[in-house]
């Protein structure tokens, strides 16, 4: 049951919120816990709609995780108890959402859970690596080191992932410039030119034609055209939500020029990377792989790691199937072996991530260099093509007179 209260701090601070416990006394006792003297407490009947409506766009970045994670590494580096720590997070955290995941998380530890068991509660927000590997810090009692791994792999990801994104903002705007010149152009600009030339009754060239035809069709059609768009778009994200679609697009992304080779070196980072941080955070290789298909994005990868680990529990190493699959590069599975043959896996694999990071950024750096001037390019013989069709008869029309 969830009950609302209303409380103050042993300092005189008014704190509001709400507790979750299988009474109204178990969530006074968890009040009391918390150094809180309990003024009012109610059970929480009903939620307005106005409320969960809002609670719909709570979003929670990962940049805020990213931010926790490195925070909260230097509290346990200092030595402040989990308790203490996580409470500090709660109350410096600005977001709401955040805010009352982290209420819960620290509630839940007060009560006896442990920490990793605490944020699997909240699986939407910690993911399964982000889970493991803190269980593995509480295995191991070096929970402040293994914090420090994560944030530092979480950092990586974050601005690796950021610097693609970016990337692709300023291609994604000329097209969406380009789509808008054409549609004012098509809607506006052609038909009412098209009254023109009728009244001028001058022999149209084909390309003017082509432009009215397709501006007709447009204006008749526009809502079957947005159909046929917003359709297909909607059926190809169905698609390869499935096993099949899965398969297939994971395949053909990897095969995109250009495109493709970005791709493949991100997923390997970001394999690289994880497996790096879960088995130096001390997880078992079985269990650091199976965590890293969940978390490496496509399926093609996912598969030859979810064969890596079959391989593993028979006795073999992943060196032994990375080096028949055709999209593991000779340098990756050679690196692999090395560092299986010399113990040091995890070191092997942050060299190996360190430099798909690298390349990847680099890639996206020339990719933004070449785009752009040919974005420009092809958005300038768009207008192009549409004011020659324009102009043409109106040079036309002027001769005439």
Same mark, same amino acid.
């Given at each position: 049951m969830i009950f609302s209260y209303e409380a103050k701090t042993l300092q005189g601070e008014n %704190?509001?919120?709400?507790?979750?416990?299988?009474s109204q006394e178990a969530a006074i006792e968890v009040l009391q816990r918390n150094n809180l003297i309990v003024l009012n407490i109610k059970q929480a009947s009903?939620?307005?709609?106005?409320? $969960?409506?809002? %609670?719909?766009?709570?979003?929670?970045p990962k940049k805020e995780i990213v931010v926790f994670s490195r925070q909260i590494s230097a509290l346990f580096e200092a030595k402040?108890?989990?308790?203490?720590?996580?409470?500090?997070?709660?109350?410096?955290? =600005? !977001?709401?959402?955040? %805010? =009352?995941?982290?209420?819960?998380?620290?509630?839940?530890?007060d +009560?006896?859970?442990?920490?990793?068991?605490?944020?699997?509660k909240h699986k939407k927000v910690f993911s399964e690596f982000y889970i493991s590997i803190v269980h593995s810090g509480e295995l191991s009692g070096r929970l402040d080191e293994v914090f420090a791994?994560?944030?530092?792999?979480? =950092?990586? +990801?974050?601005?690796?992932?950021? %610097?693609v994104r970016g990337a692709m903002i300023y291609p994604a705007f000329i097209i969406l410039g380009l789509i808008a010149v054409m549609f004012v152009m098509m809607v506006w600009v052609i038909p009412n030119l098209t009254s023109v030339f009728e009244e001028a009754n001058v022999e149209l060239p084909i390309l003017t034609k082509i432009i009215i035809w397709m501006s007709d069709v447009f204006k008749q059609f526009w809502w079957l055209i947005l159909a046929l768009l917003f359709g297909g778009v909607f059926g190809f994200l169905r698609w390869i939500s499935t096993d099949v679609g899965k398969k297939i697009w994971s395949q053909v992304q990897l095969q995109l020029p250009i495109f493709g080779d970005i791709l493949t070196k991100f997923y390997l980072s970001r394999f690289s990377d994880s497996l790096s941080t879960l088995i130096k955070g001390g997880l078992p290789i079985v269990k650091s792989l199976e965590v890293s298909s969940s978390v490496v994005g496509n399926y093609t990868y996912r598969s030859i790691i979810e064969e890596t680990i079959d391989n593993v529990k028979k006795g073999g190493t992943i060196s032994q199937i990375f080096k028949t699959k055709k999209e593991i590069p000779l340098m990756v599975s050679q690196m692999i072996f090395i560092g299986e043959q010399a113990g040091k896996l995890d070191a092997t694999l942050r060299t190996v991530a360190d430099f798909y990071h690298k =390349?990847? $950024?680099?890639?996206?750096? !020339?990719l933004v260099t070449i785009i752009e001037p040919l974005l420009i390019l092809v958005l300038g013989v768009a207008v192009a093509i549409l004011l020659i069709?324009?102009?043409?008869?109106?040079? !036309?029309?002027t001769s005439a007179i």
């Open positions: %704190k509001v919120g709400t507790v979750e416990a299988s009903s939620i307005s709609l106005l409320s $969960k409506r809002i %609670k719909l766009f709570d979003r929670i402040v108890p989990v308790i203490e720590s996580l409470r500090t997070m709660t109350e410096q955290t =600005e !977001n709401p959402a955040f %805010k =009352e995941v982290l209420d819960d998380v620290t509630q839940s530890v +009560e006896g859970n442990p920490l990793s068991r605490s944020l699997e791994y994560l944030a530092d792999s979480l =950092e990586r +990801e974050y601005y690796l992932t950021q %610097k =390349e990847v $950024k680099n890639a996206m750096d !020339n069709a324009i102009l043409m008869p109106m040079y !036309n029309i």
